[in-house]
């Protein structure tokens, strides 16, 4: 596939590694120097795709000109699914192909998995309650990270105790019915997320620890690949689905 890249940060020039190891070519590159908002339809259109992690101010307006312009895309970047409704508008107006994530890793993926059906088992148990943590480096764009956020609001979902995430420091007691998603930001941290249950007696804690980017990298390409030539929005959970059923 010829891919466009959009950001070269950290997450950028690991994809623009991936890449150089595998099948792929990228075409084109949009960062701060040559932002994707002010190009033209012409410097993409021998693309058959797109990977995005660019910012979160970013994702919205990118979105947008993806879609207009039907060119699919990958979006790695987060902090934007406030405005979900309005980008599944999109993407229905246009015809368009959009997988979107808050964390490409592979085992991420098979972590929320494990979240979902640990969560049904502790929803009779009322003795545990739930919490999610993250750590990362200090130049990440958000806190908490959108994969905490998304691993709290499966906790909601799954635990009948519980009615919304509570992100970051609260200056009073936790509401006992709130899912309590904190954050770390510290040296050169990959990323390390924790969903644990904690009780009285003992707490059983999942774990996902990032070694390296490669991994965010290579999800992020292996999703290009399963999305070429498919139409409509998409998560992680959509490609893992086809990954476990084949």
Not at 25 to 32: C, E, H, K, L, V
Not at 108 to 129: F, K, P, Q
């Amino acid at each position: 596939m010829n891919l466009v890249l959009t950001g070269t940060g950290q997450m950028g020039q690991a994809v623009a590694t991936a890449v150089a190891e595998g099948p792929h070519d990228i075409t084109t590159r949009f960062n701060s120097e040559r932002p994707f908002l002010e190009a033209a339809p012409s410097e993409v259109s021998d693309a058959d795709l797109a990977v995005d992690f660019s910012l979160p101010r970013l994702a919205v307006p990118h979105l947008r000109q993806y879609c207009t312009w039907g060119l699919p895309v990958v979006m790695g970047t987060t902090g934007w699914y406030d405005a979900l409704d309005e980008v599944e508008a999109l993407v229905h107006q246009h015809e368009a192909s959009v997988l979107y994530a808050p964390n490409f890793s592979i085992g991420i993926a098979v972590l929320s998995r494990a979240v979902d059906r640990v969560t049904a088992l502790m929803d009779a148990l009322d003795d545990y309650d739930a919490f999610v943590h993250e750590t990362h480096h200090t130049q990440k764009a958000d806190s908490p990270s959108g994969t905490a956020q998304m691993l709290g609001e499966q906790l909601v979902d799954g635990l009948a105790r519980k009615d919304r995430v509570d992100p970051e420091t609260q200056h009073q007691r936790i509401d006992p019915a709130a899912v309590h998603v904190t954050s770390t930001r510290a040296g050169t941290t990959f990323g390390e997320h924790t969903v644990g249950f904690d009780s009285p007696y003992d707490r059983l804690s999942l774990r996902h620890r990032a070694k390296n980017r490669r991994g965010f990298a290579v999800g992020a390409l292996r999703g290009a690949e399963w999305l070429h030539g498919r139409t409509g929005l998409f998560t992680l959970d959509d490609v893992l689905d086809d990954w476990l059923d084949a």
